[in-house]
């Protein structure tokens, strides 16, 4: 039951060809959860999985390019010719069914189809277990709203997620100890003048792996102000450790 992590996009704040939002496919044994549905990663999603072999899906927060692909997943299952044999429990923060209802013309959540996407509150500390798959979900600082980290764990294997974040302390307390940690490097500085951090810069990413003593750094979600391969050579300079460049369409093992 090794657990993996296949990535299905990583851009930022925007898909660019070739390379969806937010979006990454954990798998273990059995189980599969797609995590962050930011746009174009439900048709990546369909390399790996069918709709109908997702055991949940995991959404951080509910910045268009980390969710809006839900709007396709309801549509493809509703209307496309994909099926599920039950609802997909959807554990998202709260106002995610009534984003998607909205889209849909639908007055509020109840309206939605409810043998498609089953909607579960996502809250600071929500432990779950899928069948040996663990998912503790932690708040984190983001843009004032309601966001969360990941920490997956299977068979004493530990992926940590940042989602967006800045600095805080739940980061730290999800990495611990982590196999990989897949993290974003956003920004290319922290901002002046006292302004809140609602990113973290690639310095940022490789002190987390560093102070967190993770095994391997696994650099996604980087901005317009930076290249994929400048974050990864400055977060590798202050983790110190293996650090490499989270690609579309690659499935990373843990150790």
């Given at each position: 039951?090794?657990?993996?992590?296949?990535?299905?996009?990583t851009?930022?704040?925007?898909?660019?060809?070739?390379?969806?939002?937010?979006?990454?496919?954990l798998?273990?044994g059995?189980?599969?959860?797609?995590?962050?549905?930011?746009?174009?990663t439900?048709?990546?999603?369909?390399?790996h999985?069918?709709?109908?072999e997702?055991?949940?899906?995991w959404?951080?927060?509910?910045?268009?390019?980390?969710?809006?692909?839900?709007i396709?997943?309801?549509?493809?299952?509703?209307?496309?010719g994909?099926s599920v044999?039950?609802?997909?429990?959807?554990?998202?923060?709260?106002?995610c069914?009534?984003?998607?209802a909205?889209?849909?013309?639908?007055?509020?959540?109840?309206?939605?189809?409810?043998?498609?996407?089953?909607?579960?509150?996502?809250?600071?500390?929500?432990?779950?277990?899928?069948?040996?798959l663990?998912?503790?979900?932690?708040?984190?600082?983001?843009?004032?709203?309601?966001?969360?980290?990941?920490?997956?764990?299977?068979?004493?294997?530990?992926?940590?997620?940042?989602?967006d974040?800045?600095?805080?302390?739940?980061?730290?307390?999800?990495?611990?100890?982590?196999d990989l940690?897949l993290?974003?490097?956003?920004?290319?500085?922290?901002?002046?003048?006292?302004?809140?951090?609602?990113?973290l810069?690639?310095?940022?990413?490789?002190?987390?792996?560093?102070t967190?003593r993770?095994?391997?750094?696994?650099?996604?979600?980087?901005g317009?102000?930076?290249?994929?391969?400048?974050?990864?050579?400055?977060?590798?300079?202050?983790?110190?450790?293996?650090?490499?460049?989270?690609?579309?369409?690659?499935?990373?093992q843990l150790t």
């Amino acid at each position: 039951m090794a657990l993996t992590v296949t990535v299905l996009g990583t851009a930022s704040p925007h898909p660019r060809p070739g390379h969806p939002c937010s979006g990454y496919l954990l798998s273990a044994g059995d189980i599969r959860v797609w995590v962050d549905a930011g746009p174009g990663t439900f048709a990546e999603l369909q390399r790996h999985v069918r709709p109908d072999e997702l055991s949940a899906i995991w959404i951080s927060h509910l910045h268009s390019d980390h969710w809006a692909d839900l709007i396709a997943a309801e549509a493809g299952i509703a209307d496309g010719g994909l099926s599920v044999p039950r609802p997909i429990p959807v554990y998202a923060p709260a106002g995610c069914a009534k984003r998607l209802a909205g889209f849909f013309g639908a007055s509020g959540p109840e309206d939605l189809d409810a043998t498609i996407l089953d909607f579960r509150e996502l809250s600071d500390g929500l432990h779950l277990d899928l069948d040996g798959l663990r998912l503790t979900s932690r708040a984190v600082r983001h843009s004032g709203m309601e966001a969360y980290g990941l920490r997956a764990e299977a068979e004493g294997e530990v992926l940590a997620y940042s989602g967006d974040s800045g600095p805080c302390p739940a980061l730290r307390e999800l990495a611990e100890g982590a196999d990989l940690l897949l993290c974003e490097a956003d920004i290319d500085r922290a901002p002046a003048g006292g302004e809140p951090q609602r990113h973290l810069t690639p310095e940022d990413a490789g002190e987390l792996a560093r102070t967190a003593r993770v095994g391997k750094l696994l650099v996604t979600h980087v901005g317009p102000t930076l290249t994929p391969d400048e974050a990864v050579e400055r977060a590798a300079t202050a983790f110190g450790g293996r650090t490499v460049r989270a690609r579309e369409g690659a499935t990373y093992q843990l150790t």
